[in-house]
């Protein structure tokens, strides 16, 4: 209706025969050479950054439970080191899960090709596994690092 009324008005005001196709438009740039795909391009890295963040904040927490010393004042409280450490990596496991999870979900919703391609369960299994074997890499810089500074987003 509103293209129809475009259209009269539009005749009446050039005095000749007008008629309006909405259907396409061109875009007014030059063509793009091969296929603009951002999470293509930069996915992998993006997707690296993710858990690599998620690592790094873990792991400045380690620390710095560290470096107050608060781990010998549990030690001395009746804990374990292996209670410290399972209590540690199960955090971190169920953070991963959640980061998984909702990167998966970002990555369908905005319709990524690189989501789409396969089945969301290869995509969660292997980003999980990604995450859970960061744990031990946080837990060996815990013992390298000696303060937190050393630690830095």
């Avoid at 380690?62 to 001395?76: D, F, G, P, S, W």
């Amino acid at each position: 209706m509103v293209r129809h009324m475009n259209q009269v008005l539009l005749s009446e005001i050039a005095e000749r025969a007008v008629n309006l196709d909405l259907s396409r438009a061109v875009m007014p740039h030059p063509p793009l050479e091969g296929v603009n795909d951002a999470y293509g391009d930069y996915g992998l890295l993006l997707t690296f950054a993710v858990y690599m963040a998620n690592m790094v904040l873990f792991l400045s927490k380690v620390v710095n439970e560290k470096v107050a010393k608060l781990r010998q004042a549990l030690r001395l409280a009746g804990q374990r080191q292996s209670q410290h450490f399972l209590s540690w990596g199960l955090l971190f496991f169920l953070t991963n899960l959640a980061t998984t999870t909702l990167l998966i979900l970002f990555g369908l919703a905005f319709g990524f090709k690189f989501f789409r391609e396969t089945s969301a369960a290869v995509y969660i299994l292997t980003f999980f596994i990604f995450g859970c074997a960061l744990v031990p890499w946080v837990f060996l810089f815990d013992t390298i690092t000696r303060s937190t500074e050393a630690v830095s987003l």
